[in-house]
């Protein structure tokens, strides 16, 4: 049975880090390349960071570089999402993707709220 469970979310100051991670089980997880996304309340799903299957290649959401890093640990199966210097506009619900050429998996998502 294919998981990605992600957790990290949370509430945090406008400025301030989390570190999302995404635990996956049940596929080949080197095989797939890996993604966050997010959605805020009203918006459409929009692509946050990806990084390939062998993390050879990153790439990021313009409105996130330079203070998002994604990374991989294919010996865990599991991918992070370290975000610093937060805003309240990062606010979404934050969802692990796994894809290889047609096929896709999706998480749960975890709540990131950046508040004062």
């Known amino acids: 049975q294919v998981q990605l469970v992600e957790s990290g979310g949370g509430l945090v100051q406008p400025g301030g880090s989390l570190r999302l991670s995404c635990a996956a089980s049940?596929?080949?997880?080197?095989?797939?390349?890996m993604s966050w996304y997010r959605q805020a309340p009203g918006q459409e799903r929009e692509l946050v960071a990806g990084i390939s299957s062998a993390a050879s290649d990153t790439n990021y959401a313009d409105s996130v570089k330079g203070r998002f890093t994604i990374s991989r640990d294919n010996g865990k199966n599991t991918v992070y999402l370290q975000m610093n210097r937060l805003k309240p506009e990062d606010t979404a619900v934050y969802y692990c993707n796994a894809a290889r050429r047609t096929r896709y998996y999706w998480g749960q998502g975890t709540q990131v709220t950046v508040s004062s």
């Open positions: 049940g596929f080949p997880f080197s095989d797939y390349a």
